[in-house]
């Protein structure tokens, strides 16, 4: 099993809602990895997890929280959104060696969010 | 500082036709991974290939060739004989060795081969 599956694939929520977006993989892998892509851009690192513990937080408004509940499972709960949040969430995995960090990473298909 | 430079933004080609997409990267670092993703309509990345700063042996998958050159910090990509399922947005990435999770992410070509 080499995938990472994104649920849901599509969101619209308002401004006031609170959503979660959940990712999940079975591979072993111990860094998972929240990625934020707006049309024609590149992916853009959110957050990363390794071994269940947050590790990187690339000054993402407090309005989205990712948690780890365990090694095959992240979510990203959404609170208080705002219309330029929109666009499509990547969730990745990769396997982690020590002190190399940076095996290519497996992504999911991505929720295309839309904040209204 | 890292950086990947794709200057390429769209390239169209007709079936049948071979394409290079150009990769240019500045890191300080002596040792990196360098990796080509491809991401079709559907939004999943897709891990093609990485390569390791002091392997600088050329590639070849199928119809996918990689040119790693230290020297001019390149690291070019060909498709041969291009397929109307080739088309996709390809990004070149760089990232360390060792420590640190983040990977750059060039700003990608997107490649249209047509029928």
């Known amino acids: 099993d080499t995938e990472v599956t994104q649920t849901p694939k599509h969101l619209v929520m308002g401004m006031t809602n609170k959503k979660s977006l959940k990712c999940e993989q079975h591979?072993?892998?111990?860094?998972m990895y929240w990625y934020k892509q707006k049309a024609k851009k590149p992916p853009e690192l959110m957050f990363v997890y390794s071994y269940e513990k947050l590790s990187i937080n690339e000054s993402v408004p407090s309005r989205f929280s990712p948690e780890c509940p365990n090694s095959s499972l992240l979510n990203l709960h959404l609170h208080a959104l705002q219309p330029e949040d929109s666009a499509l969430y990547l969730c990745a995995s990769s396997q982690l060696f020590g002190q190399r960090r940076n095996e290519k990473l497996f992504f999911g298909s991505g929720t295309q969010l839309s904040v209204l | 500082a890292q950086k990947v430079t794709q200057a390429q933004t769209e390239i169209s080609v007709v079936e049948k036709e071979d394409v290079t997409l150009d990769c240019v990267y500045e890191t300080r670092d002596t040792t990196y991974y360098l990796f080509w993703y491809k991401q079709p309509p559907s939004g999943e990345l897709v891990f093609l290939i990485r390569?390791?700063?002091?392997?600088?042996q050329n590639e070849i998958s199928g119809r996918y060739s990689w040119n790693f050159q230290k020297s001019t910090s390149s690291f070019n990509f060909t498709i041969t004989a291009s397929q109307v399922v080739d088309s996709a947005v390809y990004f070149c990435a760089l990232s360390p060795y060792t420590g640190g999770f983040k990977t750059i992410f060039g700003a990608g070509t997107r490649l249209f081969v047509k029928a």
């Open positions: 390569r390791n700063s002091f392997d600088e």
């Open positions: 591979m072993g892998h111990r860094a």
